[in-house]
């Protein structure tokens, strides 16, 4: 079992810079409240784990931080400088190129390697140079112990191994922001800590982390701050 001995609540906000920035926000689905009144913030380099049952609201709030969830009613609602509440459709892309997204499922493309699809997505937000782009795959995947699986297909890497890729294609633009959602809930309980830790060093390195879990155990063995989504609200600790 991984050793968690060493993992600690820090305050961690002092001195950085704040990447998301809500107060007062309403957050509707289908013209019904998911989330009433949220008032929330994270910093440069700071982990926090977001908490509660399913259908709690935890992946709409996720949502609305990229845009995909638009947000209606608020006093503020900022990501890195965008203002959400007055988003236009055009800047929405950009905002998305400063966040990595790690998602349960994964979401790999299954018909071409690792490399082809860490490949896609540098194509996809504007690099154009080979060496450049082959440079950065090599990077991320030293930076989440995947560097010897570049040629492999997705089927045939584990969950972990799976999921380790997709933290690597989070990274390929650098974000400030890493939003994870449930990124342990498809893995066994092994995995799942490495995966964890691997996050929480991530933080440590200056990422900003959000991640979504109904997994106490984790929050438990990796300790952080913690929000929770209940009764339509979102509450600290």
């Known amino acids: 079992m991984t050793d968690i001995s060493s993992y600690s609540i820090e305050d961690k906000s002092s001195d950085k810079s704040i990447i998301i920035d809500y107060r007062n926000v309403n957050i509707e689905r ?8 949220v008032n929330f913030s994270l910093h440069e380099g700071e982990f926090c784990y977001l908490v509660g049952k399913v259908g709690s ?16 009613e608020g006093n503020k609602a900022d990501v890195f400088d965008f203002d959400l509440l007055n988003l236009k459709k055009s800047k929405i892309p950009y905002l998305r190129r400063r966040i990595g997204i790690v998602f349960q499922d994964f979401q790999l493309l299954r ?6 699809n860490l490949r896609f997505v540098l194509e996809a ?5 080979r060496q450049e782009m082959d440079d950065r795959i090599e990077e991320v995947l030293c930076e989440v112990g995947m560097e010897n699986k570049s040629y492999k297909m997705p089927h045939e890497l584990s969950g972990g191994e799976q999921q ?14 890493i ?3 449930e990124p342990t809930g498809n893995l066994d309980p092994q995995t799942g800590y490495q995966i964890v ?3 929480h060093n991530l933080a440590d390195s200056g990422h900003a982390i959000l991640m979504a879990t109904h997994n106490l155990q984790l929050v438990e063995d990796f300790p952080a ?12 600790g």
């Open 197 to 199: 830790k691997l996050l």
């Open 164 to 177: 380790r890729i997709v933290i690597a294609r989070a990274l390929l633009n650098n974000p400030k922001l």
């Open 125 to 129: 937000t504007g690099w154009k140079k």
């Open 57 to 72: 609201g935890k992946s709409s709030l996720m949502k609305t931080m990229y845009a995909d969830v638009p947000i209606k």
């Open 111 to 116: 018909d071409r390697s690792v490399a082809a």
């Open 179 to 181: 939003i994870a959602d």
């Open 225 to 236: 701050r913690t929000v929770r989504c209940i009764d339509k609200s979102l509450r600290q």
């Open 30 to 37: 289908a013209e019904r409240q998911v989330l009433k009144d």
